[in-house]
């Protein structure tokens, strides 16, 4: 049963009247993943729907990314699939699409993962033209968070994370994934600007595999949220071993997210999955998690927050 989920991220969006354009966004981008699903691949189904996320400034990925403490767009991004081929890129900066660089690294060379200046050389050597992803919007909120955090004196420490997305959770932000299943193979991605005000060279969930993607012949999962969290806790893949070990992809969403809140609280983390059955699971212990699917049979997309 062919299936596609995407999520537009994790955390609360503090200003709701931003939802709609945010649930538009998913759909859009559902859409765009469903019309490449029919044609049968969802490998170019998780790539197009999460470039069309990365392409919309609303979310934190690709064109809008948030700024690190330094005022600098890095941005991570990971595809595998079931066959577990699999490429990411880490702190890459000066492209659009960090998605479409990750998909060349797993098909054009022998690693998994490249990071920093590497990647950007390897991105302009794949024909990937300079582009700046900085958006004003961000460049404010970065300027408005900065001042805020710095006049309480809490920025010091990650150590101090999950206090900070507590009193501030515009800290976490719309981080965008996508999983699909063709009726033959599953394939998972993520991508992301990460958390404002990282620090420089910080890397999240979001390119580790296993971490904030992970996909295998039993589901693909992707994470957001604290990327933290789901690193420690392997979140992506755990959440796989569930369906291996006989839940389905909702159930097994809900276990990991639940592991998540009992080791780390909640606020921290958002979970997208499709199972080998084409069925499809989604859980946060966040206020908000844009989500859109669609599967065989449906007329229009489900969207929810
Ligand atoms: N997981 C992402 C990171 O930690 C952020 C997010 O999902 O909002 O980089």
């Known amino acids: 049963m062919v ?3 995407v999520h537009g991220g994790a955390g609360t969006i503090k200003k709701e009247e931003r939802i709609p354009k945010v649930l538009q966004g998913v759909r859009e981008a559902v859409l765009t993943g469903w019309k490449e699903l029919r ?3 969802a490998l170019d189904a998780v790539e197009e729907a999460i470039k069309a996320l990365e392409d919309n400034p609303i979310f934190n990925a690709g064109t809008g990314s948030v700024l690190t403490i330094d005022g600098k767009v890095e941005m991570d991004a990971a595809i595998m699939r079931s066959n577990l081929n699999a490429g990411a890129v880490a702190s890459i900066w ?7 660089v990750a ?11 490249l990071a920093g200046e590497g990647a950007v050389r390897f991105a302009r050597l794949m024909g990937f033209d300079e582009y700046d992803p900085t958006t004003e919007e961000r460049v404010e909120q ?6 805020k955090l710095l006049k309480e004196g809490n920025i010091t420490h990650w150590k101090k994370i999950s206090k900070l997305i507590k009193e501030y959770p515009e800290v976490l932000r719309s981080t965008v994934g996508a999983v699909a299943f063709d009726g033959e193979e599953i394939v998972a991605g993520t991508s992301t600007g990460g958390v404002f005000l990282k620090m420089f060279g910080r890397v999240g969930d979001t390119p580790i595999i296993g971490g904030g993607t992970y996909a295998n012949e039993f589901a693909g999962a992707s994470c957001t949220g604290l990327g933290e969290v789901a690193i420690k806790l392997a979140l992506a893949k755990t959440a796989v071993d569930f369906v291996r070990l006989g839940l389905n ?5 809900e276990a990991a997210i639940e592991l998540a809140t009992k080791y780390f609280g909640n606020d921290t983390m958002g979970i997208i999955m499709v199972d080998r059955e084409g069925n499809i699971g989604f859980e946060k212990n966040t206020k908000h998690m844009s989500v859109a699917y669609m599967k065989k049979g449906m007329k229009k997309p489900f969207t929810g927050i």
């Open 103 to 113: 998909r060349k690294v797993m098909e054009k060379t022998d690693h998994v993962l």
């Open 142 to 147: 970065w300027k408005e968070l900065r001042e």
């Open 39 to 41: 044609r049968g691949s």
């Open 94 to 100: 000066g492209v659009k699409n960090p998605i479409s």
């Open 249 to 253: 992809a909702q159930k097994a969403s």
């Open 3 to 5: 299936a596609i989920i």
